[in-house]
């Protein structure tokens, strides 16, 4: 789950034109695997990781709603991360948001005096 108290550090991950409408990209930041998705409503981010057993899940597998997870066939919403039909998992949130033609991922900061760290 986000804290919106914490403060984070915004980095651009892809430009939006790279991502169109209904469709998820999967981006690297330092040895983080994140998957970013661009649903109708908005933009999401999560950690790249199954939680049923740890496998990467691959944005390809993304149908503008739901990413399924091609080893054991779990679907999660872009929405919230949740999985469908098995309450209780879901893939971990990142903030998120397009600004300036940039899709931003807001990282938590791991301490204290970044300037550039905000939580707007």
Known sequence: ?????????????ARAEEIP?????????GRLELLVFHT?????????????AGAP???????????????HGLQFSAKDGSCVGCAG???DPYLV???G????VGFPVR??????????
Request: charged share 25%; proline share 4%; glycine share 8%.
């Open 97 to 99: 948001k397009e600004e």
């Open 101 to 104: 033609g940039q899709v931003l």
């Open 89 to 91: 998992w879901s893939l």
């Open 21 to 29: 409408e209904g469709k998820g990209k999967l981006v690297r930041e």
């Open 111 to 120: 301490g204290s005096g970044d300037a550039s760290a905000t939580s707007s």
């Open 1 to 13: 789950m986000i804290n919106p108290a914490l403060p984070v550090s915004w980095k651009a991950v």
């Open 40 to 52: 109708k409503e908005t933009w999401t981010a999560f950690d790249n990781t199954c939680p049923h």
């Open 57 to 71: 899940i691959y944005a390809e597998h993304f149908d503008g709603e739901r990413v399924t997870c091609i080893y």
